[in-house]
């Protein structure tokens, strides 16, 4: 009889977590879930904030977009809708790029984005990205995108609020825009951030070599 009423207190505890698990499994079949792969410093951007880096990025229709450190394609998810000329992805680990090879019309290429150079993929009208932060990794990141840019492009980039990157990409930034706190919390981080735009202009090609 006790056997009997432990099952029946077990089932029904199974019963009611079952909601909750399947709204779990629900959130990794459809993306939305949080995934972090520590090793290569990958936080998924918040769909808010992805679609908020494509509007900032202007007309999209007619652009050729590069996103270095593509990670999942949080990204290339907002960006998606809005059918640009051409998009190249970049990013490191293995099992991410194979998620994004999946994807149709899109060029993906498995490095680390700092041993990549405009004259092997070209420059671009736009480029998107969230680099990695560890020990000031999104400075670089961010700086060598800028060599990819063509003239009257743009860059979109989320960067962390230090010191460092105030000093130096501050000063390069056409907008500046702190972020909300824990705007990363779906990725367990609560590093404070900042969402910036680099506007290339034929007279700034000089400062913006690599």
């Known amino acids: 009889l006790s056997l009997r009423a432990e099952h029946g207190l077990a089932v029904q505890s199974m019963a009611a977590a079952a909601p909750r698990f399947q709204a779990l499994k629900q959130r990794h079949e ?21 679609a908020r880096m494509v509007e900032l990025a202007g007309d999209r229709a007619s652009m050729c977009v590069l996103e270095p450190s593509a990670g999942l394609g949080r990204i290339l998810d907002a960006l998606a809708p809005c059918k640009p000329a051409e998009v190249v992805a970049i990013e490191i680990a293995q099992q ?41 990794s999104d400075i670089k990141h961010i700086i060598h ?18 010191p460092k990157q105030n ?33 290339k202009h034929a007279k700034d090609a000089q400062y913006l070599r690599s």
Do not use: Y
């Open 30 to 50: 459809n993306g939305t879930a949080p995934r972090a792969i520590s090793s290569f410093q990958l936080f998924q951007t918040p769909a808010s904030l992805a």
């Open 96 to 136: 991410c790029a194979d998620e994004l090879r999946r994807r149709d019309g899109l060029r993906v290429i498995q490095r680390d984005f700092l041993t990549v150079n405009p004259l092997e993929i070209g420059q671009f009208d736009c480029v998107l990205m969230n680099p990695p932060f560890t020990r000031g």
């Open 145 to 162: 995108a800028c060599t990819f840019l063509m003239a009257e492009s743009i860059l979109v980039a989320i960067c962390a609020d230090g």
């Open 167 to 199: 000093a130096i990409l501050k000063p390069l930034a056409e907008t500046w825009i702190q972020l909300p706190a824990r705007s990363f919390s779906e990725a367990n981080t609560g590093v404070s951030t900042v969402l910036l735009t680099i506007r």
